[in-house]
């Protein structure tokens, strides 16, 4: 079967820093490939929407799955599947990944007879069931696990059986010297580990998991690096680092072959500070830039977003990747109940301390916690305004204001960092890069004050909406059942039988075990 794995275009707003492999899309395209289907893979990231349409008519692919993983790329792929079923009637359109897997219904809806199935969970697992079963008629797909169709629901979606079984498809990106990450130009993505064990109330990679956390092999880490050729590495996972032996493991068999490539990576304080000999032995290997998510500075706001971790454990944390000489951006989100003196309070702190801060907005995702306990208070129900670069809970402050103090707050952040000291470095980058002909990191620096702009933020929310998303209880549903939370069903850290997870229970000396218990009762506790 000839297969087009496809992924949209990048979103507004995160464009301006980066441009990232669909590393999920090219393993899933990588699984269906094993299987004997011829694949392509398009990704409009890097691609126009006349790229696409001149290959649908000219390949004419008898399948097209699209990875789904952002609320905010919705409308585009639904208007996709329409144009698509408008060129090739017959062609199956199936859409899956993180954000599809959470409103698997809502998409069909929308779709009116276009999208043939959602794929929920993990690609590698369904999609070649999926493709297996049209063999018999388009009736047989809603039997696969995990499919959602408009001829019934599939069993849940199944787990793969090990990370190591496939490689991405890396090889069926043409254009890799699109694929950046700020200094890291080019860069490729890879992934170590799969999963959190934690479970903040905005955040949806727990639920999507079901709270599981695998591992891949260092021998196969390894492998994976050396056939990477960019320099720069993206480590994709939710927390890197969790296991320090795990961490060690692949660092040694990245010694072993010779490999020398620059890293970033996102981590919690608390992993940082328990695993401290984990990231000095990986600073030795190239890691230059990390990814902390403190969320909030005061205890109120960690406490809500259940975090779990301490002001002074993020600070402590900070300053121990300082003495590193590791280059650290931090998260901070930005909630609705912000007045001017919130957002000051932001701005003073960032500019006493040396680290890149980072500010999105509280945006409740299907899939969250959150998703159940605010969206009851959406202003917005415009799929693309969920980008977190967008306020789509009501706010304190009039919208305008609240822009403005947001975007001030960006600028301040990031003249901060394109100030006099701080100029010298990135003229230097920016030649070295344009020299190895990459020219991504220049055109990064000319963009933020085109697209960071309070009056076109503004404006975003006057644009006409064609789908609208669903408001929790649209299909009745009034109370949370934190089961309903999850995509792939939850695993006791407990009871799982993988060794990576047994490997964390024993790294935290047990104390996984009440965090499990707790986080338990408050999940059950949400109204
Ligand atoms: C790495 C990452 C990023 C990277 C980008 C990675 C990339 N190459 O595109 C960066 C840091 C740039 C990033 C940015 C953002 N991210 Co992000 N990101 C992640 C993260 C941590 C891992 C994604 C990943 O690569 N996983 C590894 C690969 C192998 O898995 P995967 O892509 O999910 O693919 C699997 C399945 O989804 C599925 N699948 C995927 N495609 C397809 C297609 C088909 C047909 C099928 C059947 C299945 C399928 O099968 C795959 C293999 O099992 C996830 C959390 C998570 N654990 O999923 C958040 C996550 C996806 N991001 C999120 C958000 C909000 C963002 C941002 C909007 C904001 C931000 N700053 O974080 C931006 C926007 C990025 C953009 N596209 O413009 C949210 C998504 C929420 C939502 N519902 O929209 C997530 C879930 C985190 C969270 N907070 O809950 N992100
Ligand atoms: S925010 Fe990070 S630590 Fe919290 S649940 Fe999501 S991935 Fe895990």
Redesign the pocket.
């Known amino acids: 079967m000839k297969l087009l794995?496809l992924?949209p275009s990048?979103?507004m707003?995160?464009?301006v820093f980066?441009r990232?492999?669909?590393?999920?899309?090219e393993?899933?395209a990588e699984a269906a490939r094993a299987r004997g289907h011829e694949v392509r893979l398009l990704d409009l990231?890097a691609a126009t929407h006349r790229d696409l349409f001149r290959l649908l008519d000219q390949w004419r692919p008898d399948a097209i799955?699209?990875?789904?993983?952002?609320?905010?790329?919705v409308p585009e792929v639904i208007d996709l599947a329409k144009e698509t079923k408008r060129r090739l009637p017959q062609s199956v359109y199936?859409?899956?990944?993180?954000?599809?897997?959470?409103i698997a219904h809502e998409l069909l809806e929308h779709g009116e007879g276009a999208i043939d199935a959602v794929?929920r969970?993990?690609?590698?697992?369904?999609?070649p069931l999926?493709l297996e079963a049209l063999g018999s008629g388009r009736d047989a797909m809603a039997a696969v696990a995990g499919a959602v169709t408009p001829g019934g629901d599939g069993p849940p979606p199944v787990f793969?059986e090990s990370l190591d079984t496939l490689l991405?498809a890396r090889d069926l990106l043409p254009r890799r010297s699109k694929y950046f990450?700020g200094v890291l130009d080019p860069c490729a993505?890879i992934?170590f580990t799969?999963?959190?064990p934690w479970d903040c109330a905005?955040?949806?990679?727990w639920t999507?998991?079901g709270r599981s956390y695998r591992a891949k092999s260092p021998e196969r880490v390894g492998e994976e690096l050396a056939r990477i050729r960019e320099p720069g590495i993206?480590i994709?996972?939710?927390v890197a680092f969790i296991q320090s032996k795990h961490g060690f493991a692949i660092g040694a068999e990245i010694e072993r072959r010779g490999i020398r490539k620059e890293y970033y990576l996102?981590t919690r304080a608390d992993v940082l500070l328990r695993n401290k000999d984990v990231f000095r032995y990986w600073k030795s290997l190239g890691l230059s830039y990390m990814?902390l998510g403190l969320e909030a500075l005061d205890a109120e706001g960690l406490e809500r977003y259940r975090k779990r971790v301490t002001l002074e454990k993020s600070l402590e944390a900070l300053e121990f990747a300082r003495s590193l000489g590791i280059m650290v951006a931090v998260?901070i989100i930005a909630d609705p109940d912000w007045d001017e003196s919130r957002f000051q309070v932001i701005r003073d702190w960032a500019l006493g301390i040396p680290e890149i801060v980072?500010i999105?907005v509280n945006?409740p995702?299907?899939?969250?916690e959150t998703w159940h306990t605010e969206s009851r208070r959406l202003t917005s129900r415009d799929y693309r305004l969920?980008?977190?670069?967008h306020c789509v809970l009501s706010t304190r402050l009039p919208l305008h204001r609240f822009y403005e103090e947001l975007v001030k707050t960006q600028q301040v952040l990031n003249l901060k960092h394109m100030g006099f000291g701080a100029l010298k470095d990135t003229v230097r980058i920016a030649a070295n890069r344009l020299l190895h002909g990459q020219t991504n990191f220049v055109k990064m620096l000319w963009k933020f004050s085109s697209v960071y702009d309070p009056r076109l933020q503004l404006a975003d929310h006057r644009q006409p909406v064609a789908y609208e998303i669903h408001p929790r209880d649209h299909h009745g549903e009034t109370r949370l059942d934190p089961r309903s939370l999850y995509v792939h069903k939850a695993v006791s850290r407990l009871r799982a039988t993988d060794a990576a997870t047994e490997a964390f229970v024993a790294e935290t000396g047990g104390r996984a075990a009440p965090a499990v218990a707790e986080a338990a009762r408050d999940r059950s506790a949400v109204p």
């Open positions: 794995a992924h990048a979103l707003y995160s464009r980066l990232l492999e669909p590393l999920g899309l393993l899933v990231q799955a699209v990875g789904l993983n952002y609320l905010a790329n199936a859409v899956g990944g993180h954000s599809a897997s959470f794929l969970g993990e690609g590698e697992a369904c999609l999926l793969i991405p990450l993505s992934e799969r999963g959190c905005f955040c949806s990679a999507f998991y993206f994709v996972d939710d996102e990814f998260n980072n999105s945006t995702y299907p899939g969250t969920f980008d977190i670069q």
